[in-house]
């Protein structure tokens, strides 16, 4: 009997544990649960994405403004390690950004090397440019970007701010190589207004952009993590990080959902993170 009691009881916890495994798991084996190792990945992603679209957008400003005077101190936002060669041909503006081999630090403590190519029309008195952009050999701390995004920059009133301003509508493709050998993708669109700061280029520190929009990561193992910003997300330069100082992102990931609150203005890289009714905070440079 005593073997018979063992064996039963065995058997109900395997079962236990089978059921809590399938609870777990998709049928193709992903996991359901978002964990904060992914959302900080993802973020990690963000930060690339909105490095090499302020370099784009930084190298057409500067091309427009290449005759204009500065009104005070010139504060960029490229580091002077980079090299930057502009040819013009066939009416279109092809500027060279070169980090080099060893790389650069931006002014937000991110690392680059290698090389983007942005290009634009000479057309500066129409009120929508579209600026392009493709990599070579570019790495953002030490992950590899490849694939290539277009701008659309249109200037505008909008309902965020009634005073015609920049605002860019990104179209992203990118494929994402960690340092461990890993592969992501990103897709997705980005409306960015820029609120604050359009009318002194010479300071790239008193800018503010404000972004909507929503997005695909696919991870190495086929989970799809889409992300929709629910609430307006609120950069601020003169933080000097790669991260929303305001908003709230909404993240799904087979069938489990998760939010991203970046809080209420402070500049750091804390957010907080809320699954299933509970909420912690993490730190998204980790």
Known sequence: MKTKFLLLSTCI???????????????????????NEEIITNSKIDASVDDVTNIAEDQ???????????????????????????????????????????????????????????????????????????????????????????????????????????????????????DDGSVYTRKGTLIKEMTSGYDTWFDWDDNVFVVTGSGTTTFPNGDTYSAEITTPLEFNALCRKSFAVKGIVSITKNGASATLDYGSGECDTLATVTKDGVTEEIDLKK
């Open 13 to 35: 916890t395997m079962s236990f544990f089978i059921s809590c495994n399938s609870d777990e798991k998709t049928n193709d084996g992903s996991a359901k649960t978002i964990t």
């Open 60 to 178: 057409f400003s500067s091309q427009i403004n290449i005759n204009a005077k500065p009104g005070g101190p010139i504060k960029n936002f490229l580091p002077s390690c980079a090299t930057i060669t502009t040819v013009l041909t066939n009416n279109t503006w092809t500027k060279t950004v070169d980090f080099g081999v060893e790389g650069c630090t931006l002014n937000n403590g991110n690392t680059v090397k290698g090389k983007m190519i942005v290009s634009f029309s000479n057309d500066f008195s129409s009120s929508t440019q579209t600026i392009s952009y493709t990599f070579e050999g570019f790495y953002h701390n030490g992950r590899k970007l490849q694939g290539s995004k277009s701008i659309v920059r249109t200037i505008k009133e909008t309902n965020l701010l009634v005073t015609a301003h920049p605002v860019s509508t990104a179209a992203i493709d990118l494929t994402i190589t960690f």
